[in-house]
């Protein structure tokens, strides 16, 4: 093994040591130990797991500017992709770490909270880096583990714990997929290594025994990223502490992205799971994006579009925008991060905004508005393209930053499904009082937001991610056909406001889903928990059914 190689594997390792490390020390803390010096050793362990991941993914990139090949270690994977997402989850860990020390001051149990915190980061580190299916099932299952700690950080908060409770009862369920998928590329390739199923998909295509890997991994993905019908415990989670919602939004939920992602070889073999992938991004992306437009809680409102982000990227990795999707995960691993650590700034924004009035929009731009939107975006598409030659390939023979050829690997379906998408930027108010010049600036302030976005898409092709797009145009028709029901729902909405409003209650409930899911999953799994502080006792939850929500035993 080369330096180079060597100094790589030891870099991309180093922040799970540090990480389980700090959780061993949250764990055995001794009871008389300052929350200032509790902190003060995530500080510095966060810190230079941090350090340790940056200089992993400038060692990746100094690989791939030489051209020299992964190095290869035994049960570990180590991708460009592992290197920028252990990157961006050490960073979110050590902020919100950051902003729990002050978010938890004068709190009880904080030293557990640590430790819990460093168990989640570790547990991620190690699942970036596995190449056994077992490695895998195990490090996911603890990331589970660990979050149900904090999630029950305040254990008199009863809608926390039945949160807590329907995520464990989905996280059961996806390891028994998980594992299924890992007993059909057994049976296929006699090896427990991810590798070994990637490279026989990829060679030979997907027999019995991989196409039932392939189904059952996508299921496990669609059961631990909240999609419809168990997407309920996402936004019931709101009762833990922000730090941890904050956590759980921009990062652990985000995992199952990851996963498909590394799994691409896999399912481009097996047709089937790529169309349950998009079957069930695209419902639940249309079920979450009206139900959140209901909402008036910032962090349900937060939650729901939580829900609605993780169906869109299942559902690009299901039609083989890889890049898409991976670019999608970073950006809202960091804005989600944002949002929930500036709750309070994002609150005031949201009283200023409903106090002024809002203004109906004008009807021919509800019209007008997508095919401005595709204007523009096969603007800046046609633009890239035509860039110069010396544009397209920057440093050595092993980093190439193709922009020219990446945007003509996009799709025209893929076009069409962003300008949807972005077409609402271009809606324009009707309110009384608006002069010609104001619609103008409105008109080309949405435009050119549209083509930054645009932009931002096409150049995010460049990151050096060792990714590879195999867009499916038949499920990008079908995608294409969602997100114009999708659009035109909403353009519905603003043509005849007030007319909806039995459609809103069942929208506001999240069409009643969850209420049967939480049913059945507490009769299949049965728990019970103290009562909260509030019922006056400390029997179980049966004794109050009137004040408190249904225990398990009682639903």
Known sequence: MSSLSLGLALSALTPAALMTLVAVRGRLLPADESPAATWSFFRRGAGLALAAALLTVLLQLLRQWRGAPLPVVEDLLLSPLSAWVALLVQFLGTVIGVFSSRYLQGEPGQGRYMGRLAGVLA????????????????????????????????????????????????????????????????????????????????????????????????????????????????????????????????????????????FAPLLEAV?????????????????????MLTRISI??????????????????????????????????SLYKAHHFLAASEVVAHTRQHMLSAAAPVRRASLLLAPLLSLAVVAAVQAALQAAPAGWAAVGGPGLHLALPQGLGHWPLWWSALLALAWAPLLWLSGGAGRSAGEQARALLSGGAMVAGLAALVA???????????????????????????????????????????????????????????????????PARWAAPAWAGTAAAWPAHRSSAPASASAA
Not at 273 to 280: D, G, M, N, S, T
Not at 473 to 490: D, I, N, R, T
Request: hydrophobic share 60%.
């Open 123 to 262: 547990g991620v580190h190690v699942l970036l880096l596995a190449d056994q299916w077992l490695i895998l099932i195990l490090a996911w299952a603890w990331v589970g583990h660990a979050l149900h700690g904090l999630l029950c950080f305040y254990p008199d908060r009863p809608f926390a714990q039945l949160a807590a409770h329907k995520k464990r009862v989905s996280d059961r369920l996806a390891d028994l997929l998980l594992l299924a998928a890992a007993a059909g590329a057994w049976q296929a390739t006699g090896s427990g290594k991810l590798s070994a199923a990637l490279d026989q998909a990829a060679q030979q295509g997907a027999g019995p025994g991989l196409t039932l890997a392939a189904v059952a991994l996508a299921a496990a993905v669609i059961v631990r990223t909240a999609h419809v019908p168990l997407q309920g415990w996402l936004l019931q989670v709101m009762e833990a502490p922000t730090p941890v919602s904050a956590l759980l939004h921009a990062g652990v939920v985000n995992l199952g992205g990851f996963v498909l992602i590394r």
């Open 271 to 291: 047709p089937a799971a790529r169309a349950l992938l998009v079957a069930f991004g695209l419902a639940s992306a249309l079920l979450a994006a009206f139900a």
């Open 299 to 332: 962090k349900v409102r937060l939650a729901w579009s939580t829900v609605a982000q993780m169906g869109f990227m299942v559902l690009e990795c299901g039609l083989g925008l890889y890049q898409m999707a991976a670019l999608h995960l970073l950006g809202h």
């Open 459 to 525: 150049l995010g092709h460049a990151l050096p991610m060792g990714l590879e797009d195999q867009p499916d145009p038949l499920l990008g028709a079908v995608a294409l056909a969602g997100m114009a029901v999708l659009y035109l729902g909403l353009a519905s909405l603003q043509w005849q406001r007030g007319v909806w409003t039995a459609a809103r209650r069942w929208t506001y409930a999240g069409y009643y889903v969850d209420d049967l899911v939480t049913r059945l999953a507490c009769r299949l799994w």
